[in-house]
């Protein structure tokens, strides 16, 4: 599941920066594709969040805080960049 999400954002940040768009652009793209990621998994948020799957295994829950924090550096990046 971690990969799968991890795979799914990186995609999604990939594509926001394509084509020299503005920062805004790139913002607005991105949240398209995360909303749209969302919409086609409609159980991956309940997953990911999941206490049973991830908080009570810490190897398990600090790989999944390492993929959302990896995204989140990812966003902040076109933020700063706008």
Same mark, same amino acid.
């Given at each position: 599941?971690?990969?799968?999400? /991890?795979?799914?954002? #990186?995609?999604? &940040?990939?594509?926001?920066?394509? $084509?020299?768009?503005? #920062?805004?652009?790139?913002?607005?793209? +991105?949240? $398209?594709?995360? &909303? #749209?990621?969302?919409?086609?998994?409609?159980? +991956?948020?309940?997953?990911?969040?999941?206490?049973?799957?991830?908080?009570?295994?810490?190897?398990?829950? #600090? +790989?999944?805080?390492?993929?959302?924090?990896?995204?989140?550096? /990812?966003?902040?990046?076109?933020?700063?960049?706008?």
């Amino acid at each position: 599941v971690a990969e799968y999400v /991890a795979t799914q954002l #990186a995609e999604n &940040i990939a594509s926001a920066g394509e $084509d020299g768009r503005s #920062a805004e652009e790139k913002l607005r793209r +991105l949240l $398209d594709r995360h &909303i #749209a990621m969302i919409r086609s998994n409609p159980g +991956l948020l309940r997953i990911v969040f999941s206490d049973e799957l991830f908080g009570g295994n810490p190897s398990r829950r #600090a +790989l999944m805080l390492r993929v959302i924090q990896g995204y989140l550096d /990812a966003v902040a990046r076109l933020v700063r960049e706008g």
